[in-house]
């Protein structure tokens, strides 16, 4: 479907092609922009590094951040994933979160997600860094997705 001069892949509830989960899941791996809207209701983007479990998109963030006060507020969030080399791809994900603080759940997503960006030698330093009190584990499950591969060509 054009989409201006590029090609627009989809624009859908949940496209049915996988490859936007296998995007997101690619290795190495996309740091996510992680939209929010913030009380006062400006929006709020930030960097986050995710897992896949499923189709849901899963990271961790302090719950008394800025993203962690948002997403107790308003459960709605858009992801941004792209990949700045040509050909360009992109994925945008719209979707709710739900949260929690279960601490056995926070150290293992912590764990993998370290460990995928980090490598895994240093999986369990930043799972241990990072699944503590005080942290949100987020889950996003996907209510619209928007992606393109290859705009470029």
């Known amino acids: 479907m054009p989409f201006g001069r590029h090609r627009l ?4 509830t949940i496209p049915d092609d996988p490859w936007w989960l296998e995007f997101i899941a690619a290795d190495p791996p996309h740091t996510a922009k992680l939209a929010t809207v913030r009380a006062d209701g400006r929006p709020h983007v930030a960097p986050v590094w995710v897992g896949v479990d499923g189709t ?3 990271f961790n963030t302090g719950a008394d951040t800025l993203k962690g006060k948002s997403l107790r507020r308003d459960p709605r969030v858009s992801l941004c994933f792209d990949d700045e080399r040509p050909p360009f791809s992109f ?3 719209e979707g709710t979160v739900e949260l929690s603080e279960d601490p056995d759940e926070l150290l293992r997503w912590s764990t993998l997600i370290g460990g995928r960006y980090m490598g895994a030698a240093r999986a369990e330093e930043y799972g241990t860094r990072n699944g503590v009190p005080g942290e949100l584990l987020v889950r996003v499950t996907p209510t619209h ?3 393109a591969r290859d705009i470029a060509d």
Request: net charge neutral.
């Open 91 to 93: 994925v945008v994900v």
């Open 56 to 58: 849901q998109i899963v």
């Open 145 to 147: 997705v928007v992606a």
């Open 9 to 12: 892949a989809w624009s859908m």
